[in-house]
């Protein structure tokens, strides 16, 4: 079936550190793929998207781009602050026929002062 | 500001009892989704609804049902409760008609609940 795989967390960095998480995935057709991010005692907010092969998300500092070849959407960020510690989820679904989205378990990042 | 509200941020209950967890959802989406999150498994889909009256349910929905009676609200019930429901709920909301690609959940800050 279908699937997502996250690094294990947690990712611990300095501040201004280049960040990078990495996200897989399994789907048959073409999915659309999500970066989402909850902070401390919040709900999930959407942080960047893709919705077709080698399109580039991209907010808040935040890229990853939907690697077909590679099945990937990997979360990068050049310069870390000590208030993006949260937990970031990889998410995916389908194109069409399913509302449901797929999540990975999610990494947690820590960025130290 | 588009929301998803959810009623309680904290609830504490007594095993075997009904439980209600309420969702509003002020941008008029077709589709609610109710999932619970725990400590290394992530997000688990229970129920979801695309429409009111209508429900589906998600890859663990046992011990637990819904209730759509108008677009905005959705409401998920734990009948019986017991301490292995104890997790954060987590509603969320999205538009997007069948067969369209969903661009992306809006979701409430989510409810701890403790079953003792």
């Known amino acids: 079936g279908d699937s997502v795989t996250q690094m294990e967390g947690p990712v611990t960095l300095s501040e201004e550190a280049f960040l990078t998480i990495n996200c897989t995935y399994t789907?048959?057709?073409?999915?659309?793929l999500f970066w989402y991010v909850q902070y401390p005692g919040e709900g999930l907010q959407l942080l960047l998207k893709a919705t077709k092969a080698d399109d580039k998300g991209s907010n808040k500092g935040f890229e990853a781009t939907y690697r077909k070849e590679t099945t990937s959407f990997h979360l990068e960020k050049g310069s870390v602050q000590v208030s993006d510690s949260a937990v970031y989820f990889c998410?995916?679904?389908?194109?069409?026929?399913?509302?449901?989205?797929?999540f990975g378990t999610g990494t947690r990042l820590k960025v130290l002062a | 500001d588009v929301k998803v509200t959810q009623s309680s941020r904290y609830l504490v209950k007594r095993t075997g009892e009904k439980v209600f967890l309420e969702c509003v959802q002020d941008m008029d989406h077709e589709n609610m989704f109710w999932y619970r999150q725990d400590p290394g498994l992530g997000l688990r889909l229970i129920y979801f609804s695309y429409d009111v009256k209508m429900k589906e349910k998600g890859d663990i929905p046992e011990g637990y049902s819904v209730s759509r009676e108008k677009k905005e609200r959705f409401s998920l019930i734990l009948e019986s409760a017991s301490t292995n429901q104890t997790s954060m709920y987590l509603c969320?909301?999205?538009?997007?008609?069948?067969?369209?690609?969903?661009?992306?959940?809006?979701f409430g800050s989510g409810t701890r609940l403790t079953v003792v």
């Open positions: 789907a048959t057709g073409y999915p659309s």
């Open positions: 969320a909301s999205s538009s997007g008609d069948w067969g369209v690609p969903n661009y992306g959940y809006t």
């Open positions: 998410a995916l679904t389908k194109e069409a026929g399913t509302y449901k989205y797929i």
